[in-house]
């Protein structure tokens, strides 16, 4: 990884028109090049996170890629509009593999949209 920032972002406006496995194809179309291992791993988070809001949200869907080169680091996240009040949140089978593949994860709830956020970090 060399200095620098990179974002990318994926807007699903129905749950019809985007279903997972394309997101899968250009979740892989972005992170061409990268190692298998990191690949995958970005892959498993990214899963979980976009079947959690499928689940539990509304479209639109907005996935989000944030690269911190200088860290090595790689925030994901996607955000729904929420179709649940606020209220605190338990850790579903999903949530607990992103917490245990993910250096810190979260959840920021905002008026009528809900994100949920995992941070990687890739050491060499």
Same mark, same amino acid.
């Given at each position: 990884m060399t200095a620098g920032h990179d974002t990318v972002v994926l807007v699903v406006q129905d749950e019809d028109s985007t279903p997972p496995d394309?997101? *899968?194809r250009w979740l892989h179309d972005h992170l061409e090049g990268w190692p298998a291992f990191d690949v995958l791993l970005v892959g498993l988070v990214v899963g979980e996170?976009?079947?959690?809001?499928?689940?539990? *949200? @509304? &479209? &639109?869907y907005v996935l989000e890629?944030?690269?911190? %080169? #200088? %860290?090595?680091a790689l925030v994901v996240s996607v955000r729904d509009r929420a179709v649940r009040p606020a209220a605190p #949140? @338990? @850790?579903?089978a999903g949530l607990s593999l992103v917490a245990g593949l993910s250096e810190r994860w979260g959840v920021l709830t905002q008026a009528s949209f809900t994100t949920v956020w995992a941070e990687l970090v890739f050491v060499d």
């Open positions: 394309e997101v *899968g996170l976009y079947d959690n809001a499928r689940r539990h *949200g @509304s &479209p &639109p890629l944030v690269l911190d %080169r #200088w %860290r090595q #949140w @338990s @850790s579903s």
